[in-house]
């Protein structure tokens, strides 16, 4: 019995497939994890936003016909798509010299992209707040400059937020694509060369074309990640640059609107479903990916 488990388990092991209860029995911890922790919280709120106790839909229409919540949901899409140029912007160099460095050099470059995610995100945002506060580092040295007389507004714009929510979300950018350019093959730009491709060429025509499944996986974590954002807007940020988190927690925590806070949940989720789904779309049609 147990030498038959075993070859059983070898040869599943070894491209072969599992039997149905071996497999159902790995897949129910998971299976049970995603439920209590997703499926059934989703579902509690998205009915709690249509039963109260009966069936409306007040809170729907409330959100949609009141131009505060749909400008706050504006404002979180469009943060949000800041945030993922700007990481990409900036990630990408640093992926790409990763790749490109020797083993010591790809070491310590690492160590900067990971330390900062190993660091706690309420820490890094106060950080942010000690630059740009108006007696901040950034303030002081340029008033003791001679480059302003003034202090700039800095803090609680939306223009903060974006920068330190690139700088929080970056490393979910740049190890996907550092992922993506390591399995390219060195004789591929090689081969570019020889065939007489510049560097750009090299690059606009071979690289980055390779690298796009990374792009696309870091494209979409930091996307996902920023419409959900919630501690660095509301540290940074001010009631001109209220996102959908935040105002979900207030209705939550300080008006207890728990029907309207789950249909503003269940938007920001049902958004945030159709973008992923229409940006998986329309690369998929225009043959970027193969199976993605």
Not at 129 to 153: C, H, M, S
Not at 208 to 221: C, D, I, K, N, R
Request: aromatic content about 12%; some cysteine; glycine content about 8%.
């Amino acid at each position: 019995m147990a030498n038959r488990f075993r070859r059983r388990f070898v040869n599943a092991g070894t491209g072969g497939k599992y039997p149905p209860l071996l497999a159902a029995v790995l897949l129910l911890p998971l299976v049970l994890l995603l439920f209590f922790g997703f499926l059934y919280p989703v579902g509690r709120m998205l009915v709690g936003s249509l039963f109260n106790p009966n069936f409306t839909l007040d809170n729907y229409v409330r959100l949609f016909t009141e131009p505060l919540y749909l400008t706050v949901l504006l404002r979180t899409l469009w943060i949000a798509l800041a945030t993922t140029v700007g990481a990409f912007l900036l990630g990408y160099p640093v992926a790409y010299g990763m790749a490109r460095a020797g083993n010591k050099l790809a070491f310590w470059i690492a160590a900067c992209v990971l330390i900062p995610l190993w660091t706690s995100v309420l820490v890094r945002s106060y950080a942010w707040i000690i630059l740009f506060q108006r007696k901040g580092i950034i303030n002081n040295l340029l008033i003791e400059t001679g480059i302003l007389e003034q202090p700039l507004r800095l803090i609680h714009t939306q223009g903060a937020v974006i920068i330190a929510m690139t700088h929080v979300l970056m490393p979910f950018m740049i190890l996907p694509i550092y992922s993506a350019l390591r399995t390219i093959p060195k004789e591929l730009p090689q081969a570019a060369a020889n065939l007489g491709a510049g560097a750009q060429t090299t690059f606009l025509k071979v690289i980055l074309p390779l690298s796009l499944p990374g792009v696309f996986a870091g494209t979409l974590m930091t996307f996902i990640l920023a419409l959900g954002f919630y501690v660095t807007p509301a540290l940074v940020g001010g009631p001109q640059t209220l996102m959908m988190a935040t105002l979900i927690g207030q209705q939550t925590t300080e008006m207890l609107d728990w029907p309207f806070a789950g249909a503003l949940a269940t938007v920001l989720l049902a958004v945030t479903l159709i973008l992923t789904f229409m940006f998986r779309r329309f690369l998929s049609a225009n043959g970027k990916f193969g199976n993605v």
